[in-house]
């Protein structure tokens, strides 16, 4: 994987045309989705569609007068600093909030990467294709915001809730998750394994905290933040570790209660409200329905509950 540092021109513009490509693409199936239900919605999503190949091709022009025909091949999953952009058919649920909510994500990250391309390219030509760009994908963030079916928001609020769920919330959540789910199978081992409070309870400190160690490093490392307006990588990482370390702990906690029962017993009904908090936070800032969510999380965090079970009691 490239940085975005490391491209040249001539990958950058390469990079751009793949950029317009997809999102001209995501357009079209956020068009096709809603043409039966929300006409008009797919109607703003078919013009942006239209707009989004308009830039392709004033690209592709530029790209053929400095460089010629033969294009490098290089896409958003092959530079670091992109988010990944998940296929429509996925979502179980689809509709004009969701899509105006992507479609604004989308139009952040193509204006900082114009912005960001245009400041670091030297000739003139291209500078200022990657300026106009820039300032166009500025107005379509506006028109994303409004093809929201629901009632319009004051735009810098939203903006501000915006930046919020990217810097702190989604961090904080993949930490959570990450440290509720992932150290249940040590912990549970080592209370069945060793019938003893205070070895379990070190068990689950070691697993909470080098899991938070791991998850911040990880999420710090994953992206500068420069494209994708996710805020500064350390801060991002210091979110994610703690609350990675918070999810592990906080059922850890319990076996300072030297009777193994008792600890054990309300170690379980901790697990279950830490499943509930993220659940609902994933429901309430991530869209996801609430049986999705629920089912989701109880799953995975059951599996990984009977692993330890398992093991602890071979």
């Known amino acids: ?48 569609r239209k707009e989004e ?13 400095r460089y010629g025909s033969s294009m490098p091949l290089i896409r958003r999953q092959d530079v670091k600093g992109f988010v990944s952009r998940k296929s429509i058919w996925l979502a179980r649920s689809f509709g004009p909030d969701a899509a105006s909510r992507e479609a604004e994500t989308m139009e952040i990250e193509t204006r900082r990467f114009y912005e960001q391309a245009a400041q670091r390219t030297r000739d003139a030509g291209i500078r200022q294709l990657l300026g106009d760009l820039a300032e166009e994908e500025r107005h379509h963030e506006r028109t994303a915001e409004e093809l929201s079916a629901s009632p319009m928001e004051d735009f810098d609020a939203k903006g501000r809730k915006r930046l919020f769920i990217l810097q702190v919330v989604q961090p904080g959540l993949a930490g959570l998750m990450d440290g509720s789910v992932s150290t249940l199978a040590p912990l549970f081992a080592a209370a069945l394994a060793t019938r ?13 905290l080098g899991a938070g160690i791991s998850m911040g490093f990880a999420e710090a490392l994953s992206d500068d933040g420069s494209l994708t307006g996710r805020g500064r990588p350390w801060t991002r990482g210091g979110i994610c570790g703690l609350m990675t370390a918070l999810g592990g702990l906080g059922h850890a906690l319990p076996y300072l209660i030297p009777d193994i029962k008792t600890a054990t017993t309300l170690a379980i009904a901790v697990v279950l409200v830490e499943l509930g908090i993220i659940s609902w936070i994933r429901h309430r800032y991530m869209d996801t329905p609430w049986p999705s969510a629920l089912l989701q999380i109880v799953i995975g965090g059951l599996l990984v509950f009977l692993t330890g079970v398992l093991i602890g009691s071979s």
């Open 196 to 208: 003893h409070s205070w070895q379990t309870f070190l068990v689950g400190v070691a697993a909470s």
């Open 53 to 65: 190949d308009g830039h392709r091709h004033r690209l592709l022009e530029l790209y053929q007068e």
């Open 1 to 48: 994987m490239r940085t975005f540092d490391s491209l040249d021109a001539r990958e950058i513009l390469a990079l751009a045309i793949s950029l317009e490509e997809e999102d001209a693409r995501i357009y079209e199936s956020f068009a096709d989705a809603l043409r039966s239900s929300h006409p008009k919605q797919a109607e703003g999503y078919e013009k942006l």
